[in-house]
């Protein structure tokens, strides 16, 4: 197989335009004769559907929640970069695109990221049209704020929920297509599989979650918007069922995935309290603005820390180690995400974690409240402490917080070439879901951009010309391609059922977890990896030997969806950690001890791994096959990162 | 940090929507203040379903309280006795050890059961789609900068939308209405130059259908707002009925 | 009008008529309070009398009166209709609900508050009004001096089916205005010697409070006249003026009578 990513030729800058003049049509009267399925309601999916339907396609849409407007999209919080430069702060296209470039140190393909920073700004103009409310200054006009790794203010929001606002402006959109007809949506579906015919996407294969129904359905093209595997880590800052299945199951009928060890850890959440931890909380990472973080200067005082022998707020001064600081005077509290994070573990790996666990660091504002005084540091973060309080019992303005780092987003997905479909022809991956656009590591405000970009901007041009060339003649689900996928997905299910051993899911989905942060977390090794591989074998092996699942196919049965998703964990984290070894080098959210400076910091080898690695499925427990491609930087030029 | 308590739960169980339902008395034990009441749900779930048995079905999905899934009407209170928080942001610390916890789904002709604590919450969505939305297509709109919208408008417009459609305000009114809900989506829009054109079709629209789902009237008792995690309020339910009387008594058009 | 139809047939609709004929009903309240202010006027019910053959023969007044009793029933009936619809919005009670956590009392239990008024106004109708109208009451006589006017002489005139409701006469020569009108204030102060008929009126009264503190707020909130500007203003008069000082003045009534005369 050879990837072809068809970036089209040209300058960078006329690369979109030129393509999308360049792209077939469909026949406006020809429009309805086409259907297409998404799967998925989150920004790309809703936006996707919702603008493809406006186009005149007619769309089913498919979510695993009651209704679409809760993907998890709704849960960011932060805002969403464009380069509008309202601010007139030198803020251009080429800026965020050179900013996301360089944040993603260097493993995203140019093309698409300049397209990307050229449709950010008409996403806002759509957003405001919409309805979305987001900040605006007292005259009247729309508020930026700055935001990690860049130095211009470019980003919107909405107080602390913009994903929300956004999310609930594509899905007005959505709802004003399934109200004309030309959406249909099905709630509380989730999808099981992908169907080809002669090599091409035409369906997909669902469970109706109420009543267990195996359904198929057939399409033109197949649009999977199915967001991120972080819970492969089962602690993320990930909703519950927010899974891989989507898109492992097409990884599993020819798709090839990308980059799947890139994986973002934010370094301020909440840290976990017990066993029972189902999820992780997200504090936002502007609180490093005014936080200092740090940790007992000797292994001692922690232990006494932790016992309770000894108050936080009666360690002197002298005892405390602003370690960020310590190591990064220029940067300080303020180094990007993968750094605070991987300091923060050091921290704890060396003992001198603090809280019962002992893991976790402090971030102190006693500092900012002598300085800006209570009420200042209220008005910035109240709400953020509110919420601190409220989970942990603990009074921020009082004692210092803990925190801890937790898995975020993944940059990995499905290989998508520039036209943003998959290896399988008729099969196309938008958002979190593809691998495009964020290289090693996303830069903040950057996830709701490119949902958005992809389901508005991006795919209902790039698909068209793929539909213009199939014509409208329709495959339907009588074809026995799709009976025989829907028998798969049974004897899956059935299997699933059978499994009646002394585990549950969860404690598999737990042990999973605990390996991939172990091992191919944050600081990642040869050897580790190695063992991790193993052990996730092992794990899977026992799953279907030893897990319980309980009830029937036939009813609502929240074990058997967790089971589904928790086995297809199991065997994509093996990829993971395959991927992990097989890029010898660190970047962005990849650390490799074996690769970094003298100064601990992550050093790539642009010369050996300068590309994206799609790996291909070949079989169950058959090793998958790696595919580069080879990233050409033509405009920017590659350099390392220092935060000294 | 207090111990950990041991409580007894009153849990509706119902296997599907057809069958009858009834109050099954479980006890979690060893629960620690820290756990959110889901993830107490859930450690009870994990000892049925090593037992071979079902275990309790409840909606949920981003733990953080924005999705909007998470329901249960907790000692009477839809998402239990803390003010402006979903349930999954309600700790096991608000609560006393051996203390007795009855948990029901919400209850409303318009949410009907799908089994235990799930309910089916789409009448929401049909009355989103009835007319919750600017009728723009994609591309083609204006710069966002050119319509200058005041601070406090822009603010107020914000707090209606906030809403979660976690369904809080039907399950806590005595007359199971949706009031709340449909009036913070209409006064988004109304707020909003950019909802202008629509607005009176729009109030309309969701009305109609929101009496179409069986929801139930509005009797001002406040209960919706209080118990609103995102704390919504009724002003915007003077503003829809305002809207909705302009509409179908007033204005000329449509 | 179909138009009409449809909006008084949808939920806003039936509360925005409950509205409208609730703040008629407590305009109707002050009204009919200031009048009844006559009942503490030491003539022997001159003024009340004369109040009573006023509001029931000037014609204006009598088609409100008309507008009054359709208000009543449209009322009741649409309150019963809500209800009933209500009733099937949640067809599963809950188990356990804890209304008092998050609403007041007097916001829950409308429904029986006003039907406690409906038996009330029937009862009060019943007593007064329709005695007034049908019963064969006797007649008072004042024969008031043109001199001094608080100088009353009263005498009872029995009843006779072809004498006037309400008669003036004055008679110069005598110095005195003749006034013969139907008794409806001895009506009253019979009336109002029985203990549990003034205790009636009392929970009456007390029912109308709590109905009126809600009612009067909640009518503005569904008109959509909620205008954080004019809101404590509104729920100054809920309060003060239908929660206490409407109530009390009607309750202070039946005492009065009970105590005094």
């Known amino acids: ?644 | 940090m207090s111990g950990n308590m041991n409580l007894t739960l009153k849990v509706w169980r119902q296997k599907n929507a057809e069958s009858q339902g009834k109050f099954v008395t479980y006890k979690a034990e060893q629960v620690s203040p820290d756990m959110s009441f889901l993830e107490m749900l859930d450690v009870v779930n994990e000892g049925l379903i090593k037992k071979g048995e079902d275990p309790i079905h409840f909606d949920h999905d981003c733990r953080e309280g924005i999705c909007g899934a998470c329901s249960l009407h907790i000692n009477g209170r839809p998402h239990g006795p803390k003010h402006g928080i979903t349930t999954c942001q309600l700790h096991m610390r608000s609560f006393n050890d051996n203390e007795i916890v009855v948990i029901e789904p919400w209850r409303a002709s318009a949410f009907p059961v799908i089994r235990d604590l799930a309910v089916d919450r789409t009448s929401f969505d049909r009355i989103q789609a009835a007319g919750g939305f600017i009728s723009v297509n994609t591309g083609g709109v204006p710069d966002a900068n050119s319509i200058p919208i005041p601070k406090v408008v822009a603010d107020e417009a914000f707090n209606s939308a906030t809403c979660i459609g976690c369904g809080a305000c039907v399950a806590a009114c005595k007359n199971a209405s949706a009031m709340l809900f449909v009036s913070a989506k209409v006064s988004q829009m109304a707020l909003l130059p950019q909802g202008q054109p629509e607005r009176y079709r729009r109030v309309q629209a969701m009305v109609a259908q929101m009496d179409a789902e069986g929801f139930g009237s509005c009797t001002n008792t406040g209960a919706c707002e209080a118990e609103c995690p995102k704390e919504i309020s009724i002003t915007n339910i003077a503003r829809m009925n305002r809207d909705y009387f302009n509409a179908t008594l007033i204005k000329n058009e449509e | ?261």
């Open chain 3, 1 to 261: 009008m179909s138009n009409f139809a449809k909006t008084f047939s949808s939920s806003l609709g039936k509360k925005l008529v409950m509205a409208l004929t609730g703040i008629f009903l407590c305009t109707f309240l002050i009204v009919h309070l200031v009048g009844n202010l006559q009942l503490f006027k030491d003539d022997a019910g001159q003024a009340f009398n004369a109040y009573a053959y006023f509001m029931t023969h000037f014609t204006p007044i009598k088609v409100v009166s008309y507008l009054l009793y359709a208000s009543i029933i449209v009322h009741a009936l649409y309150a019963l209709m809500i209800t009933a619809g209500n009733k099937k919005a949640r067809p599963v009670a809950y188990a356990m609900q804890a209304g008092n956590q998050n609403s007041a009392w007097t916001s829950r239990n409308m429904g029986i508050l006003g039907t406690i008024l409906l038996i009330f106004i029937v009862v009060h109708m019943g007593d007064f009004w329709w005695k007034y109208h049908n019963a064969e009451l006797p007649y008072a006589k004042y024969e008031i001096s043109l001199d001094n006017p608080n100088d009353i002489q009263v005498s009872e005139v029995p009843y006779d089916a072809n004498r006037l409701v309400h008669s003036e006469v004055v008679d110069i020569q005598a110095g005195k205005k003749i006034v013969i009108s139907k008794d409806l204030y001895k009506v009253v102060q019979n009336a109002f010697q029985t203990w549990w008929y003034v205790a009636l009126y009392v929970i009456a009264m007390a029912a109308l409070a709590f109905h009126l503190i809600h009612g009067f707020k909640s009518a503005f909130q569904t008109i959509g006249w909620n205008n954080n500007r004019y809101l404590p203003l509104v729920r100054f008069i809920s309060v003060w003026i239908f929660g206490l000082l409407v109530p009390i003045a009607f309750a202070a009534m039946p005492v009065y009578f009970f105590l005094f005369k």
């Open chain 1, 1 to 644: 197989m050879k990837l072809d990513a068809k970036i089209p030729a040209g300058p960078l800058a006329e690369k979109w335009s030129k393509h999308k003049f360049n792209l077939k049509l469909v026949n406006p009267a020809n429009k309805r004769k086409y259907t297409v399925i998404v799967v998925g309601t989150g920004l790309a999916g809703a936006s996707a559907a919702a603008s493809l339907a406006e186009l005149g396609y007619n769309v089913k849409a498919f979510c695993y929640q009651d209704s679409p407007r809760r993907a998890h999209s709704i849960a960011a919080q932060g805002g969403i970069n464009a380069a509008k430069n309202y601010q007139n702060d030198g803020d251009s296209v080429y800026r965020l695109f050179y900013d996301t470039i360089k944040g993603g140190d260097y493993r995203a393909r140019e093309a698409n990221v300049y397209r990307l920073a050229e449709v950010s700004v008409n996403i806002i103009d759509q957003c405001v049209a919409q309805g979305v409310p987001f900040a605006r200054e007292y005259g009247g006009l729309l508020d930026n704020r700055s935001f990690g790794g860049s130095q211009v203010s470019r980003t919107f929001y909405a107080r602390g929920q913009t994903g929300q606002q956004l999310l609930l402006g594509a899905y007005s959109a959505l709802n004003r297509q399934i109200n004309l007809g030309k959406v249909k949506m099905y709630t509380r579906h989730e999808m099981m599989d992908v169907v080809t015919v002669d090599g091409q996407a035409k369906g997909i294969v669902t469970r109706d979650l109420i009543n267990g129904k195996i359904e198929t359905h057939s399409a033109h093209a197949v649009l999977l918007c199915t967001g991120g595997y972080g819970n492969v880590f089962y602690l993320s800052t990930n909703a519950m069922g927010c899974n891989v299945t989507a898109a492992w199951k097409a990884h599993k009928r020819g798709a090839l995935f990308a980059n799947p060890c890139f994986t973002q850890i934010h370094p301020t959440c909440i840290p976990v309290t017990g066993d029972h931890q189902s999820k992780l909380t997200l504090m936002s990472e502007s609180l490093r603005n005014d936080g200092r973080v740090w940790v007992p200067k000797t292994v001692e005082l922690a232990q006494k820390l932790r016992k309770g022998e000894l108050k936080v707020t009666d360690l002197k001064e002298e005892d405390r180690d602003y370690f960020l600081e310590r190591k990064y005077p220029s940067f300080g509290n303020l180094v990007p995400r993968d750094v605070a994070s991987r300091n923060a573990k050091e921290m704890v790996d060396e003992g001198r974690g603090v809280g019962a666990s002992g893991v976790a660091v402090f971030l102190d504002f006693a500092e900012a409240i002598s300085r800006l005084g209570e009420d200042a540091v209220r008005a910035k973060y109240g709400n953020l402490f509110d919420m601190y309080m409220q989970i942990t019992d603990e009074n921020p303005y009082k004692q210092p917080m803990r925190i801890y780092p937790a898995v975020h987003y993944t940059m990995g997905g499905l290989w998508v070439d520039y036209n943003l479909q998959t290896t399988v022809p008729g099969l196309y991956c938008l958002g979190e879901a593809n691998f495009s656009d964020h290289g090693a590591n996303r830069l903040g405000a950057s996830a709701l951009m490119q949902g958005l970009a992809d389901g508005y901007f991006v795919v209902p041009y790039t698909l068209g010309d793929y539909l213009a060339t199939i014509g409208p003649k329709a495959v339907d689900n009588s074809h026995p391609a799709f009976e025989e996928t829907k028998k798969s997905v049974q004897e899956r299910i059935n299997k699933l059922l059978s499994l009646t051993g002394t585990k549950t899911v969860n404690e598999y989905h737990r042990e999973l977890g605990h390996i991939m942060w172990e091992y191919c977390g944050m600081a990642r090794t040869e050897e580790g990896l190695t063992k991790a591989k193993g052990l996730i074998r092992q794990l899977r092996e026992d799953f279907w030997k030893n897990a319980q699942v309980t009830g029937t196919n036939e009813e609502f049965n929240q074990n058997l969806e967790n089971a589904g998703r928790v086995a297809d964990f199991l065997e994509l984290g093996e990829l993971m950690v395959d991927d992990a070894l097989n890029r010898k080098e660190s970047c962005g959210g990849h650390f490799r001890l074996e690769s970094q400076t003298e100064e601990g910091e992550a050093l790539r080898d642009d010369d050996q791994f300068a590309y994206a690695a799609a790996w291909e499925y070949k079989g169950d427990n058959e090793p998958e096959v790696l595919h580069k491609e080879e990233l050409v930087f033509e405009n920017v030029k590659l350099t390392q990162r220092s935060y000294k």
